[in-house]
């Protein structure tokens, strides 16, 4: 009744761990951008037609070209679509570190580096 090949392991743990990582931070960054577009209000450039040039303009003169591309990232940063971007791509990440730590327990404890036949001399 009790197979050894049906208990829980810490892989198969760990591989369960980061599918509901994967899945559920795909699903968040889903619902955190259709919350936020559609959400989102009329920006400054929309209520006064021109803002965003002249304020770059003046950026540019005062601080130079560099913290004009700054501060264009960060407007970038503040969009739906590019925050849901970065939760789906931490949620990817955490789940193939999960799936490759997993990966390395069920490894053979000889299947080590150094075993080849071009390290022995």
């Known amino acids: ?47 006064l037609p021109g803002y965003s040039e002249r304020r770059a303009r003046q950026t540019a003169i005062v601080m130079g070209g560099f913290v004009v591309s700054l501060l264009q990232g960060a407007d970038k940063l503040k969009e739906p679509f590019t925050q849901a971007l970065i939760i789906s791509g931490v949620a990817v990440v955490v ?19 150094g075993t080849g036949s071009d390290t022995q001399a």
């Open 1 to 47: 009744m009790s197979d050894p090949s049906t208990r829980s392991t810490p892989a198969s743990r760990l591989r369960f761990i980061g599918s509901g990582v994967l899945v559920l931070g795909l699903t968040a960054a889903y619902l955190f951008y259709r919350l936020r577009s559609q959400s989102v209000g009329p920006t400054l450039d929309d209520l």
């Open 95 to 113: 789940a193939l570190c999960c799936f490759r730590v997993a990966w390395l327990m069920d490894r053979p404890a000889d299947d080590g580096p």
